[in-house]
C-alpha cells in the first residue's frame, strides 16, 4: 500500500471500534427485529401453510390481493414458503434496512461534524475520509452478516440454500444502497437534518415508483427504483444472482462518487454553501412559537409535499387495481366476495390511507423527539431562563406532530382523491371521501405522540426508544399480523388497527373518541411530568 | 439593603452524586456578587435552581422576592441569563437569536443592542453553527445586557472571549452596577471577581465556605509580612521570639531578615514584636483572592481521596 493510501485510511480501526460502541444497543435491535420478521415470517407460513394444497387456497386469496402487491411488493412464486416469505418480506426488509442505513451514517459523519466532535478526531492521526470508510464498514458489513444470517435461518427452516442466501442478500442489498445514499447526502449540506431527509426523499421515491411499477403491471418503473431491484432478484422463483450484482455495482458506484464529492469540500461545511442570515429579528420572531415555526417549517414543507406526491401515486392506481386480479373462477368469486370492482377499489385505497397513516407516525415521533434534542443540546435552557413556562414552550413544538400530522394526512388524502377522482370522472366525491379515510388516521398518530410524551415528562432519556419502538410495533404488526393470522388481541393493540377502514365503511366515531381521549390523556400525564422535573 | 436573592442550606441531588449539600447565598440589591468555586463544585447547579430548571431537593431559594421554581416565568421576565455554554440555534443568525431572546424576556433597548454590537465587535449576520465559542457567548451577552432586568446571572460568562473582549465586558458590567442592577457572577477567573465584585461567596464541594466583601475575606486570613531588622532581641533568639507568638506561619528568619505570614488578627502583635527590635525595612501584603481560593481548593484536594474527585 502507497503512503498515501495508508494516510487515508489512518484511524480506521479505532473509529470502526468507536462506532460499533455507540451502536452497541441500535444496530443489534435492527438486526433482531428484522431477523425476527422474517425468521417469524417464514416459521408461520410453514406452520399455517404446510400442505402445497393450502399454499395454492393462500395465493389465490390474501396473495392476489392487488392492494398488496403494490404496497408490500409483487409476487413470484407463491407455492413454496420460501417464496411467500419474499413476497411478504423482500421489499419490507428492505426498506427498513434502508433506514437503518440512513440513520447510521447520518449519525456518524455529518452529524458529528455538526456537533463539533468531529473535529477533536479529525485532530489526531486520522485520514480525512476515515469516519465515512468506517461507518460504511460498519453498516454494510453489519448488514452482509445479517443477509447470511437471515439465509442460514430460512435454511434451517427447510428452504433452499440458494434462494435462502439470495433473499437475506438481496435485502441486505437494499439496505447497503440506501448507504451509499447517504453518504452522498451528507456532503451536500451542512445539516445533519437536511442531509437524512434528502436521503429518505429518495428512498419514498424508490418506493413509490416501484409500487407504479407493480401497480400498473408495467415493469418498466419498477426497474428504475433501487427498490424494484431487490424485489427482481426473484429468490426462489429463478434466483436472478445478476440483479443482486447491479445492485452490487451500483452501490459501489454511489459510494465512489460519495469519496469525490468530499474530497472537495472543507471540514464542517457541505458542497451547498452556507448563507448569512438577516442581521436582526423580523418583527413575527418574537415567541417560541415563531422559533418552532422556523425550525421545523422546512421539514413541514418538506413532508407535506411528499405525501402529497405519494397519496397522489398510491391513488392513481386505484382504478386499475381490479385488473390485476386475473380471471379465474376462483378469482371472480373473490372478486364478488371483495364487493367487486369499487369494493376492491375502496379496500385498497383503506390499505393505503393505513399505510400512509403509519408513515405520517414517522414524522409525528421525529417532530416530538425534537422535546428532547433540544433539550439535551442546550437550547431550552436559555429560552426557559426568559419568560417562558414549560408547558407553552412544550405546546410550540408540539403542534407539529399533533396538527402538522392532520395536515400532512389531509393532503395525502386529497393526492389520492385528486389522482383517484380524475381517473374515475367523479372527482368531487372521491376527494371528500379520501380526505375524511386520511384525517381520521390522524386519531392513531395522537396515541403513539401521547405515548412519546409521556415518556418525555416521566423517563425524559426514553423519548426516542419509546416513540420508534411504538411505531415500529404498530408497522410490524400491521404488516405481518393478517399474513400470519395473529391474534386480534395482539393486532388490535397498534391503534391504527382501530382505525375505520375507510372509504367504503360506515366511519363510526366511537373507535376515533377513544384513540383522541386516550392521546390527549397520555399528553397531559407527559406534559404534567415535564412541569415537575429537572430540565437538562 | 434589602437581598435580591436568598439561599439557605440548599440541597441537590443527582442521583448518588450530591451537587448542593447544604449552599448557602445571599445577593443585595445593587450589588456584584462573585460566586466562585472550582470545576464540579456545584456552581452552575445552584444557578440552575435558581432559575427553576432544576427542583431543590431541600432548603430555601429566594429569587426577587418570589419562589425560583414556582413562579419561574413572572420572575424570568425581571431577570437575565447567561449560560457558560452557549448553544445556538443553528439556522438562526446571531441577530435575530439577540432579539428573540430579548423579546421573550420582554424587550430589548434597541440603541443600546446596536452600541453591543458594536463594543463587542459581533457579525449579526452569521448563522448559529458558524459561530467560535467566544461569538456564541457574546451574543448571550448582548442579549442580557441589551435586556432591562433587574438582576443578571452569569455562569461563567466570559469562557471563550479574548482579553480585549473580557475588558468590554468587565466595564459593561460596571455599568450594569451603576444603573442599579444586581449582578450573581459564577466564575473560576480570579482577577475577574477581584476587579468587579462587591462581595463573594466561596462554594466548595457544594457548601458555601466563606462569603463576604473581599476585605472581609482577607481579614479572616493571613497578610504576608517581610521585614529586615537592626538588631537581634535583647534577651534570646529572634526565631525564638517570633515562634513564640501566636497565629504565625511559614517563618523564615535569615539573619536578621524575616520572612511569615500571619493571621490578620494578629497583625499587630508581630509588628510590635518586629519593631522592638528596629525595623529597617518592612513590607506587607493582603492575600490575594487567589491565595483565599487556593487555600479552600487545597483543603479541599488533600480532604479528598484520590478517585472521589470528579
Known amino acids: 500500500m502507497s503512503a498515501a493510501a495508508a494516510d487515508a485510511l489512518a484511524g480506521v480501526p479505532d473509529l470502526t471500534k468507536l462506532i460499533t460502541r455507540r451502536e452497541r444497543i441500535r444496530l443489534p435491535i435492527w438486526c433482531y427485529a428484522i431477523l425476527a420478521s422474517v425468521g417469524g415470517t417464514a416459521y408461520s407460513f410453514k406452520t399455517l401453510y404446510s400442505t402445497p394444497g393450502s399454499r395454492e387456497q393462500f395465493a389465490d386469496g390474501i396473495g392476489r390481493d392487488p392492494a398488496l402487491a403494490v404496497l408490500y411488493g409483487k409476487p413470484f412464486d407463491l407455492t413454496t414458503i420460501g417464496g411467500l416469505t419474499t413476497w411478504r418480506m423482500g421489499v419490507f426488509g428492505a426498506v427498513l434496512l434502508a433506514i437503518m442505513s440512513i440513520v447510521t451514517v447520518n449519525r456518524h459523519t455529518r452529524a458529528e461534524e455538526e456537533a463539533g466532535r468531529f473535529e477533536l478526531v479529525g485532530a489526531g492521526a486520522v485520514g480525512r475520509h476515515a469516519p465515512l470508510i468506517a461507518v460504511l464498514r460498519v453498516v454494510l458489513g453489519t448488514q452482509l452478516a445479517l443477509g447470511v444470517i437471515v439465509g442460514l435461518v430460512l435454511i434451517v427452516l427447510g428452504q433452499p440454500a440458494a434462494g435462502s442466501f439470495l433473499l437475506g442478500l438481496s435485502i441486505a442489498a437494499g439496505g447497503w444502497f440506501f448507504a451509499a445514499v447517504a453518504a452522498i447526502t451528507v456532503q451536500l449540506t451542512d445539516f445533519g437534518r437536511s442531509a437524512a431527509g434528502l436521503a429518505f426523499t429518495v428512498l419514498g421515491a424508490a418506493y413509490l415508483v416501484r409500487a407504479l411499477g407493480d401497480g400498473s403491471g408495467a415493469n418498466g418503473p419498477t426497474w428504475l427504483s433501487p427498490l424494484g431491484w431487490a424485489e427482481q432478484t426473484q429468490p426462489y422463483a429463478g434466483d436472478r444472482w445478476w440483479v443482486l450484482a447491479l445492485l452490487v455495482l451500483a452501490t459501489a458506484a454511489l459510494i465512489a462518487v460519495a469519496f469525490r464529492i468530499a474530497a472537495r469540500r472543507d471540514l464542517g461545511s457541505g458542497v451547498f454553501p452556507a448563507r448569512p442570515g438577516p442581521a436582526g429579528g423580523a418583527r413575527l420572531l418574537r415567541s417560541v412559537s415563531a422559533l418552532s415555526w422556523r425550525m421545523q417549517r422546512g421539514g413541514l414543507f418538506g413532508w407535506a409535499v411528499g405525501m402529497l406526491i405519494g397519496g397522489a401515486v398510491l391513488g392513481s392506481i386505484a382504478d386499475s387495481i381490479g385488473e390485476l386480479l386475473g380471471s379465474s373462477a376462483r378469482v371472480q368469486q373473490l372478486f364478488e366476495r371483495m364487493g367487486g370492482q369499487s369494493g376492491i377499489e375502496n379496500a385498497y385505497l383503506a390499505a393505503a390511507m393505513n399505510i400512509l397513516g403509519l408513515i405520517v407516525a414517522c414524522y409525528a415521533i421525529q417532530t416530538t423527539a425534537r422535546l428532547r434534542t433540544e433539550e439535551t443540546g442546550g437550547r431550552l435552557e436559555p429560552l426557559l431562563a426568559t419568560a417562558t413556562g414549560r408547558v407553552r414552550w412544550a405546546a410550540s413544538h408540539l403542534a407539529y406532530p399533533l396538527l402538522g400530522s392532520a395536515l400532512l394526512l389531509v393532503l395525502a388524502g386529497a393526492g389520492a382523491g385528486l389522482t383517484h377522482g380524475a381517473r374515475s370522472g367523479d372527482l368531487g366525491t372521491q376527494l371528500a371521501q379520501l380526505v375524511g379515510a386520511g384525517l381520521i388516521q390522524v386519531t392513531a398518530v395522537w396515541v403513539v405522540v401521547g405515548l412519546t410524551v409521556a415518556a418525555f415528562g416521566i423517563a425524559p432519556r426514553a423519548t426516542a426508544y419509546v416513540g420508534w419502538i411504538a411505531v415500529g410495533i404498530c408497522i410490524l404488526l400491521q404488516e405481518l399480523g393478517p399474513t400470519l393470522k395473529l391474534s386480534h388481541w395482539i393486532t388490535d393493540i397498534s391503534p391504527f388497527a382501530q382505525v375505520p377502514r375507510a372509504p367504503g365503511v360506515a366511519v363510526a366515531a366511537e373507535p376515533l373518541l377513544v384513540m383522541t381521549a386516550i392521546g390527549v390523556a397520555l399528553l397531559v400525564l407527559g406534559l404534567a411530568g415535564f412541569r415537575r422535573r429537572d430540565v437538562g | ?310
Open chain 2, 1 to 310: 439593603m434589602q437581598n435580591i436573592i436568598e439561599v439557605e442550606r440548599l440541597r441537590k441531588s443527582f442521583g448518588r452524586t450530591v451537587a448542593l449539600d447544604g449552599l448557602d447565598l445571599a445577593v443585595r440589591s445593587g450589588e456584584v456578587h462573585g460566586f466562585l468555586g472550582p470545576n464540579g463544585a456545584g456552581k452552575s447547579t445552584a444557578l440552575r435552581v435558581l432559575l427553576g430548571l432544576l427542583r431543590a431537593d431541600g432548603g430555601r431559594a429566594t429569587l426577587l422576592g418570589g419562589d425560583p421554581w414556582r413562579d419561574a416565568v413572572a420572575l424570568h421576565r425581571r431577570l437575565a441569563y447567561v449560560p457558560g455554554d452557549v448553544t445556538l440555534w443553528p439556522s438562526l443568525s446571531g441577530g435575530e437569536t439577540i432579539d428573540l431572546l430579548g423579546r421573550l424576556r420582554g424587550g430589548l433597548a434597541p440603541g443600546r443592542r446596536d452600541e453591543l454590537l458594536e463594543r463587542f465587535e459581533l457579525d449579526p449576520k452569521k448563522k448559529g453553527r458558524a459561530y467560535s465559542k467566544g461569538n456564541r457567548q457574546k451574543v448571550a451577552l448582548i442579549a442580557a445586557f441589551a435586556s432591562d432586568t433587574e438582576l443578571l446571572l452569569l455562569d461563567e460568562p466570559t469562557s471563550g472571549l479574548d482579553p480585549l473582549m473580557e475588558e468590554v465586558f468587565r466595564e459593561c458590567v460596571a455599568e450594569e452596577r451603576d444603573r442599579g442592577r444586581s449582578v450573581l457572577l459564577s466564575s473560576h477567573i480570579l482577577a475577574e471577581v477581584e476587579a468587579l465584585c462587591d462581595r463573594v461567596t466561596i462554594i466548595r464541594r457544594g457548601k458555601t465556605a466563606e462569603s463576604g466583601t473581599l476585605a472581609e475575606l482577607r481579614h479572616l486570613t493571613r497578610t504576608s509580612v517581610e521585614a529586615e531588622l537592626a538588631a537581634a532581641p535583647a534577651s534570646g533568639s529572634l526565631e525564638g521570639a517570633l515562634a513564640a507568638l501566636p497565629g504565625l506561619t511559614g517563618l523564615d528568619v535569615r539573619n536578621l531578615h524575616v520572612r511569615c505570614e500571619v493571621d490578620t488578627d494578629h497583625l499587630g502583635t508581630l509588628i510590635s514584636t518586629l519593631s522592638s527590635c528596629g525595623i529597617k525595612t518592612l513590607s506587607s501584603r493582603p492575600p490575594t483572592l487567589e491565595e483565599l481560593f487556593l487555600r479552600h481548593y487545597e483543603d479541599d484536594a488533600a480532604s479528598v481521596p484520590a478517585g472521589a474527585a470528579r
